[in-house]
């Protein structure tokens, strides 16, 4: 049974940082793309960054949307199962629901949506305050 647990959300002033954790369980990161959305109330659950380890696990692939880059950084710890999602320079704009998601099937599919993914958390609040 795959499980997706989120921590690491809250509350935080405009111009600092978070760090999301994702605890993945009953999955491989192996040649699976996983990723972070989020979903602003209102709007549509979109992207926020994603990556891909293939077969060696020795290299990965990321890929940010636009509003991300540069601030944003997705990782995961391959041992440990955990993916991560470090967000700096954060702006009210940010405020959002994020949750953690992964793919069923094997490959990369870059920037996806949803759709794409089968498996997710439940989702943690960043509230970001001007």
């Known amino acids: 049974q795959v499980q997706l647990v989120e921590s690491g959300g809250g509350s935080v002033q405009a111009g600092e940082s978070l760090r999301l954790s994702c605890a993945v369980s009953g999955y491989s990161f192996r040649r699976h793309q996983t990723a972070w959305f989020r979903q602003i109330p209102g709007k549509e659950r979109e992207i926020v960054a994603t990556i891909y380890v293939g077969e060696t696990m020795k290299f990965t692939d990321t890929d940010y949307a636009h509003f991300a880059k540069g601030r944003f950084s997705v990782s995961q710890d391959n041992a440990q199962n955990m993916m991560y999602l470090r967000m700096n320079r954060l702006e009210p704009e940010d405020t959002a629901m994020y949750y953690c998601?992964?793919?069923?099937?094997?490959?990369?599919?870059?920037?996806?949506?949803?759709?794409?993914?089968?498996?997710w958390g439940q989702g943690t609040q960043v509230t970001v305050s001007s």
């Open positions: 998601a992964a793919r069923i099937v094997p490959g990369w599919v870059g920037l996806g949506d949803e759709a794409d993914f089968g498996y």
